[in-house]
């Protein structure tokens, strides 16, 4: 019996020294949890993996076209040499230098860079060929430009052939000097025959890089 009534004498006195505990700790304190968990840090973004051929970066490039991704389109563009887009509106050839693909309008009727997404061939993968044929235009119907070859292929870049045309070409967004520096960087090309267009890539740094984009349609002079 005495032990159970110095209990009770001493319930009011604990819960007054509680109190006073609770009052004297700060609301951070309080709100801190008993125990500390540490989170797992999130995963880091997944960078950009380097391309290691041209056939697989063409393919992820006319992908980006077809699916008008500004962001990827413009992350095949070289910061240092840019975009060269070569154009015959007329008697003169047209060059114009771009590091941002939504600042490119082509010649009429064709402004958008995105309108080239509906000139493209379907290419599972290019052909690899020693030498990528020229135009006769002397061929059959289908074949008009005269191709000894026709499809979607791939070869060295003959970076030689575009040699003179900086000389008399009308240049915008960037100088001759720079437009030659980027076509001699060119390793491989790749040529579309239903249009003749060709793409020419460079290895920088790591990456496969469109440095010259040719949209001049053979023999329609």
């Known amino acids: 019996m005495k032990r159970r009534a110095a209990f009770w004498l001493l319930l009011p006195l604990l819960g ?27 995963p880091a973004a997944r960078a950009m993996q380097a391309d290691t051929s041209v056939t697989g970066a063409f393919l992820r490039w006319a992908d980006a076209v077809r699916r008008a991704d500004t962001a990827a ?3 095949f563009i070289s910061p240092a040499h840019g975009l060269w887009v070569l154009e015959q509106p007329g008697a003169l050839p047209l060059l114009t230098r771009v590091s941002d693909v939504r600042r490119l309008r082509r010649s009429q ?5 995105f309108t080239l997404a509906a000139e ?18 002397d061929g059959p119907p289908g074949n008009e430009a005269g191709f000894a070859r026709t499809g979607c292929l791939l070869g060295p870049a003959r970076a030689a052939a575009l040699s003179s045309i900086w000389d008399h070409a009308t240049l915008r967004g ?21 249009t003749g267009y060709r793409f020419y890539w460079a290895r920088l740094a790591g990456r496969w890089r469109l440095v010259l984009l040719d949209l001049r349609v053979p023999c329609s002079a």
């Open 73 to 75: 389109v413009n992350g």
């Open 109 to 113: 009727p064709q402004p958008s860079f």
């Open 174 to 194: 960037g100088t001759a000097a720079q437009g030659r520096a980027a076509v001699a960087a060119s390793r491989y090309a790749v040529l579309q025959t239903d």
């Open 16 to 42: 007054a020294c509680h109190a006073r505990d609770q009052a004297n700790r700060s609301p951070a304190d309080l709100d801190a949890p008993r125990e500390v968990i540490k989170e797992k840090p999130l």
């Open 120 to 137: 493209l061939m379907p290419c599972l993968r290019p052909t690899a060929v020693d030498a990528l044929p020229t135009a006769t235009c």
